[in-house]
């Protein structure tokens, strides 16, 4: 199981995802690492990061979809009780829109157990509810019916495609306002060292162009520009 420092968690807060996507196409050649349908459902929220805890839905059967799923030992319920504090829980919906993967009591569980925020291709529920619990939600929106009407819930922790992305329990994810993006476990070191260099390289090309430089040769940087850079990181 991968495990991450409060510091690299921290790190990786003030790295965008847009910067991850170019990190991990350019070093590593992973071009499918934006996950599909995965908006902030409110304007502003903050930038998180943590690793996976993922939920995996299937289409709804009707021998599987009742009212007594919810109080199943396979379910959304019990899956919240294993939630490690911090953790992004990732539900895999298969993009489904047709009914909300979960609402505000249980989103008021995740969030009293620490749970850094909710990561879905599908949607939710209760939206106004959810909201004042302050749990922080990545989603394709919301919806009235539960998730009993349209999928049915067989697991945790377990690899899922989510939003068309390959997910694995324990690989970082970085949310913002761009998305959500996931990190391989193996590549979090390689990705942080490169994408920390990358936002201060482009800080600083963003202070040259602010001060009338013109973007060829700057950006991307040729071999005199990255002189002056470098002599702006030694002054």
Not at 33 to 45: E, S, Y
Not at 194 to 215: P, R, Y
Request: proline share 6%; aromatic share 6%; with cysteine.
């Amino acid at each position: 199981m991968a495990t991450y420092t409060q510091q690299t968690i921290e790190q990786f807060e003030a790295i965008t995802t847009a910067t991850i996507t170019t990190v991990l196409f350019k070093h590593h050649g992973l071009k499918n690492v934006w996950i599909r349908g995965a908006q902030p459902l409110q304007p502003g929220q903050k930038r998180v990061a943590g690793p996976a805890f993922t939920l995996r839905f299937v289409p709804a059967r009707e021998d599987l979809c009742t009212a007594a799923a919810w109080s199943a030992p396979i379910s959304t319920r019990s899956a919240i009780e294993e939630m490690p504090a911090s953790s992004i829980a990732v539900m895999a919906a298969g993009q489904n829109t047709e009914a909300g993967v979960l609402g505000d009591i249980l989103c008021q569980r995740m969030k009293q157990r620490g749970v850094a925020a909710l990561l879905t291709d599908g949607v939710v529920r209760d939206f106004d509810s959810v909201r004042e619990t302050g749990l922080s939600v990545w989603a394709q929106g919301v919806a009235a019916p539960p998730a009993i009407a349209a999928l049915a819930f067989i697991g945790w922790q377990q690899p899922v495609g989510c939003g068309g992305v390959a997910i694995f329990p324990d690989d970082l994810i970085v949310a913002d306002g761009d998305g959500a993006v996931v990190i391989p476990a193996a590549l979090v070191g390689a990705v942080l060292e490169a994408a920390t260099a990358q936002e201060a390289l482009e800080d600083w090309i963003m202070s040259e162009v602010k001060n009338g430089v013109e973007l060829p040769g700057l950006y991307p940087p040729n071999e005199d520009s990255m002189k002056r850079y470098r002599l702006y990181q030694n002054r």
